[in-house]
Nanobody, 131 residues
Framework: QVELVESGGGLVQAGGSLTISCESSMRALSSFVKAWFRQAPGKEREFVAAISTSGLIQNFGNSVRGRFAISRDNAKNTVDLQMTSLTSEDAAVYYC????????????????????????WGRGTQVTVSS
C-alpha cells in the first residue's frame, strides 16, 4: 500500500530547472506536514524542504535555499518541489514524506528537518544532472 507517489524526476542539464511532484493517496495526508528529502549514492539522506499544512511555514536545507521552492495543493493532495540552477550536487533520489504537525514541530530553523518525525514516505524519484 503506497501512500505517497513521486513523479517528474529525470535528466536535466546543469543550470537547468525541474519540478517534481508527490501525490498522496490518503485523504488524511492533506493535513500533514509535507517534506522532501534526498539521498545521493554513498551519502546520507539530506533534508531538502518542508511545508506546513497551510503552506505558510516553509523551511529549506542550506544547500538549496534560494534555488528551490516548495508548494502544496491540499485539494489535490499534492506537493511540488521546484528546483532551479541545478548542479551535479543536486543529483539524487528525491523522497516525499508526510508527518503529523504535532510530531514535526514548530516553526524555526529546524522545522521539518528531522526525518524520524515523518510517518509516510514515497519510494523516490531519480534526479540526474548532466554537466
Amino acid at each position: 500500500q503506497v501512500e505517497l507517489v513521486e513523479s517528474g524526476g529525470g535528466l536535466v542539464q546543469a543550470g537547468g530547472s525541474l519540478t517534481i511532484s508527490c501525490e498522496s493517496s490518503m485523504r488524511a495526508l492533506s493535513s500533514f506536514v509535507k517534506a522532501w528529502f534526498r539521498q545521493a549514492p554513498g551519502k546520507e539522506r539530506e533534508f531538502v524542504a518542508a511545508i506546513s499544512t497551510s503552506g505558510l511555514i516553509q523551511n529549506f536545507g542550506n544547500s538549496v535555499r534560494g534555488r528551490f521552492a516548495i508548494s502544496r495543493d491540499n485539494a489535490k493532495n499534492t506537493v511540488d518541489l521546484q528546483m532551479t540552477s541545478l548542479t551535479s550536487e543536486d543529483a539524487a533520489v528525491y523522497y516525499c514524506a508526510a508527518g503529523r504537525p504535532t510530531r514535526v514541530g514548530v516553526e524555526g530553523e529546524k522545522y521539518g528537518i528531522d526525518a524520524e518525525t515523518y510517518d509516510y514516505w514515497g519510494r523516490g524519484t531519480q534526479v540526474t544532472v548532466s554537466s
